[in-house]
């Protein structure tokens, strides 16, 4: 790593968070008027923040890209798929990828079973809910939908069908499921596609796809390699919606149980 | 005798000073984002380790290299977290109950726009798929293959993501303002993303997909949710739960929309 490297990171980065410097420090002293409390922390936290994202930036380009790229590369290497099999007239189908399938299963789910955010919202619901929701349910439901998403992306850049068909047919799902699920869990439901896709997630996510679009004979990184992070951020929220039809259906079947 | 006693009174004083204090919390608040930071990443590491040593069977090819990234990572997003927690989080939750007390919707509104805006320029995630989409852009053949145009590229998408999720928060403000029903108008999104897919070139449509989900994690999220929580709890009539959330639901639809648009515009 090169000192001039390090140097014009520091540079951007500055440039990225000084929107926000402005925005805060112009509403602070001209709209709202007031001084602002504990000025000398506030100004640390910049300084941490600034330092923080320039060393992430840094390492981001030397491990989490090349990780990703790397997995891609070596599951969808011809050697490994016909390891031990004999390689049929040079096609690859589909379902050769299976490790692929299983890779992108096991990121997806384990990555997000263990998200803070995820963590948070998850015992938030489970509050308001008032126990019909269990916090572990909850999670395993956003992981599954996570880990599913990212599993049919990758099938998707494979197959090299158009992203788009995927994702307006779950939109339809969605907003079929809007209809009947119960209605406070629908913000948190939409939420919840968003929420789990974290900082060191997407990088790795991201250069999974593009390794495979490169790799996979016959695809187009620019068009194919994109879209995982969609199927990622989809998935949860039908995940979130059947798991909570799921768990109002039992607590009415509880209910109308006869004594004994 | 006593020259232990004078021992143990000075390391008492030290344990009591204020220096000691300082030196002490502020090592015990860097401890809790540190052990975040490794839970964020361990399951990635397990993951890999596991498909490389028992599946692959082969050895991670340089791996000082990738350790030493990893351990920059781990670093750099500690320190990240721990600033936001002691700068950006409480000023900002604290200028937005401000302002949605201060009742003028005008600067309400410019708020809310700005603070979309402006976190969504600074996510770690967002600068990290931006320049990998213009690195791939330029290598396909869609833009021109400089450094200049690459990062004009690259600007452009965040910032045209960093456009529509200011519109999204603005949009999500109205909405909580007036209180109308969130699925209705995340629905009608939906459509408009169907309906400008069918005009889009095929080679943004990826990208735009994705720049949904990318650009609402670390800094976004809790902000946003705080101005959501605070607007609606400070709304006579206004539920938190059912109104103060679905302000990240919006900030994911509209940069589809933005992005393909860019798209559109650009190839």
Redesign the interface.
Known sequence: MQWSEVLQTLLDTAG??L??I???AA??FV??R?P???LR???????????????????????????GR??AT??TDPA?IYSGIEQIAGVIHWTDYY?VYI?AF??GF??T?????LMAVAIKAAQ?SGGAIHAWGLRIAVALGVAIGITLGAYRIVTGL???YF??VG?VL??IQ?FYAP??I???A??S???T????????V??LG?GLAETVPGR???????????F??LFPMMSVMAYAQISEYRAYRQRSKPPE | MGCCAAGCACRTAFLKSKSFALLNTSLKALARPLIGSLRDLLPVIAVVVFFQLIVLQQPLPNLAQLLSGVALVVLGLTLFIQGLEMGLFPVGESLAHALARKGSLFWLLIFAFSLGFGTTIAEPALIAVAEEASEVAAEAGAIANSQSVQEAYADGLRLTVAFAVGFAILIGVIRIVNGWPMHWMIMGGYVLVVIITSFAPREIIGIAYDSGGVTTSTITVPLVTALGVGLASSIRGRSPMIDGFGLIAFASVTPIIFVMIFGMVVH
């Open positions: 990225d968070i929107p926000i402005v925005m805060i509403f602070q709209v709202i007031r602002m409390h504990n922390r506030v100004v640390i936290g910049f300084t941490y923040v600034l330092i923080g994202l320039t060393l992430f930036l840094l390492g981001l380009e030397q491990a989490l890209f090349p990780l790397l997995m070596q599951l490994f490790w890779f096991a990121i384990s990555t079973i263990a998200e803070p955010a308001v158009p992203i788009h994702i307006i939109y969605v907003v809007t209605r406070r629908i913000p948190l939409y939420d596609g968003g929420v896709t974290s900082t060191v997630t997407v990088p790795v991201a250069a593009l187009n990184v620019l068009i194919d390699g994109f879209g995982l992070i969609a990622a951020s």
